[in-house]
């Protein structure tokens, strides 16, 4: 587990296009159907690490006419996803530049408290979590979902692939966050002070064609240009012939016929 004093606490990931792409894949349906059942017409939501906005967007749709807001630390993903807002006509939404630890709203603001993928990358997510019940009105309802990379599994079996993993957790957890974060959100979400914790799990699994190509083509690419790579540079941990190598696998990984890939996440619905 990352420390919660880490001296970093940088996104592993970058916002190079090939993670926008993985990104803006992301719906309520494949990314918060946990939380869907829960969106009430009139509520208002605070979607933290929004990114792209497409999550952001289809909450706004779910719960007209409350009022959604997005936050990211990226001013050019913001730009980004108010655009995307503006041209699909989803007009109870707005997106800004925001700080998980210091967010710029009032105490008891929102019904609702959303964070899909972001909690792992933080290396003090308690912090982050009294934050947001600090933002909730009482009785408000906390949705966090992160993936969990120690339970990662795919065929048919891969050297690269296993390079690849072990490297993954190296950066992430040399950025200060906790690449196993899945895992540890029920534990985090109480140490925070919620109440009323309902914990699930949920996959990710990509195997057809298409899957295999779209998902293995953006990870061949950023295992190369995005900033995952110049932090697996930067903290020694690789070098670019090695990760050319890890793109390569997930290149093989996309054109096997058997390529299967599964990727396990815990799901934290709280009360504050």
């Not at 001013?75 to 967010?103: C, K, P």
């Not at 929102?110 to 009785?139: I, M, N, S, T």
């Not at 309902?198 to 295992?223: H, I, K, N, Y």
Request: net charge negative.
């Amino acid at each position: 587990m990352a420390s919660q004093s880490s001296a970093r606490d940088a996104y592993t990931h970058g916002h190079h296009a090939s993670v926008l792409r993985i990104h803006a894949w992301r719906t309520v349906e494949n990314s918060a159907a946990y939380l869907a059942p829960h969106l009430q017409a009139g509520a208002d939501v605070l979607d933290v690490g929004s990114g792209p906005g497409t999550i952001t967007l289809d909450l706004a749709r779910r719960v007209r006419p409350g009022r959604v807001h997005g936050i990211d630390a990226s001013a050019e993903v913001v730009a980004h996803a108010t655009g995307l807002a503006e041209s699909e006509g989803v007009r109870n939404v707005e997106f800004t530049v925001g700080d998980a630890y210091a967010l710029d709203e009032p105490d008891d603001r929102y019904d609702v408290v959303h964070a899909h993928q972001v909690l792992q990358h933080l290396a003090r997510p308690v912090d982050a979590l009294c934050e947001f019940r600090r933002v909730l009105k009482p009785g408000g309802l906390l949705a966090v979902r992160d993936v969990d990379y120690g339970g990662v599994i795919w065929s048919p079996d891969s050297a690269g692939l296993t390079r690849w993993l072990e490297l993954y957790h190296d950066v992430h957890e040399w950025n200060g966050g906790d690449p196993r974060a899945g895992r540890h959100l029920k534990r985090w979400v109480r140490e925070a002070g919620f109440g009323d914790i309902t914990a699930s799990g949920t996959t990710w699994v990509f195997a057809s064609a298409l899957e295999r190509e779209w998902w293995g083509g953006s990870w061949a690419e950023r295992a190369t240009e995005s900033q995952f790579a110049a932090h697996a540079i930067e903290s020694g941990h690789s070098n670019p012939e090695e990760l050319r190598a890890i793109a390569q696998a997930w290149r093989d990984w996309a054109a096997d016929a058997d390529g299967w890939l599964l990727m396990p996440h815990g799901e934290i619905l709280a009360r504050a």
